[in-house]
Nanobody, 125 residues
Framework: QVQLVESGGGLVQTGESLRLSCVAS????????MGWFRQRPGDDREFVAG????????YYADSVKGRFTISRDNAKNTVYLQMDNLKPEDTAVYYC??????????????????WGQGIQVTVSS
């Protein structure tokens, strides 16, 4: 089991930026594909971005391409989500995911996925 702790959320205005961080408590961080998902009230959790074990593959949802950037620092057990040009529709709870099976190319997760507790991002218009 991997514990994930997100930080960096908050309230911003349209067009502003935020950077989310997620620290994983595992000695095998580089063995996990890492991703970010979000969930709006009343909606299902949706894929936002994913990055493979050794950063060779990166995936984004169409709604965030060109605005969000995912990266990872295996030495710090941390994955980041840089969110630029934020829009009100980006308002959601954002969840970090650590998956030993990299299914993010399909926007999915395996049954072995680990989730963070979630962090609120609110973008005002």
């Amino acid at each position: 089991q991997v514990q994930l702790v997100e930080s960096g959320g908050g309230l911003v205005q349209t067009g502003e930026s935020l950077r989310l961080s997620c620290v994983a408590s595992t000695r095998r961080f580089s063995s996990f594909a890492m991703g970010w998902f979000r969930q709006r009230p009343g909606d299902d959790r949706e894929f936002v971005a994913g990055i493979s074990w050794i950063v060779s593959d990166i995936y984004y949802a169409d709604s965030v391409k060109g605005r969000f950037t995912i990266s990872r620092d295996n030495a710090k057990n941390t994955v980041y989500l840089q969110m630029d040009n934020l829009k009100p529709e980006d308002t959601a709870v954002y969840y970090c995911a650590a998956d030993p099976n990299d299914l993010f190319s399909n926007g999915g997760v395996s049954m072995n996925v680990n989730w963070g507790q979630g962090i609120q991002v609110t973008v005002s218009s």
